[in-house]
């Protein structure tokens, strides 16, 4: 995520940590692996590739792994194309 973009938008930034990561991101019925997996696949399907490598980091250190996110690609492919798994695949390549 880019912080310095956010601060041209202060409650835009104050609703980002606040809400989204200090309320939907720590509530319990998903954890934060499942929650990863699901942001992944949401912005993957919606073409929202500028802001894979920040959350690909942060699946990463949720305990997902490289293999895991090759396979959420590989499967996404069916169902958001192939070009949309290719531009993920590009993305976790370039930022290793």
Request: proline share 3%.
């Amino acid at each position: 995520m880019n912080k310095d973009l956010l601060t041209l938008a202060p409650k835009l930034k104050t609703l980002t940590d606040d809400v989204l990561y200090h309320d939907i991101w720590e509530r319990r019925l998903l954890n934060k692996r499942e929650r990863s997996i699901a942001t992944l696949s949401v912005l993957i399907s919606l073409g929202r590739f500028e802001q894979l490598p920040h959350h690909i980091n942060l699946a990463k250190q949720h305990n997902v792994n490289e293999y895991e996110l090759i396979e959420l690609f590989t499967h996404l492919a069916f169902y958001s194309g192939w070009p949309a798994a290719m531009s993920a695949l590009k993305q976790l390549r370039d930022n290793q």
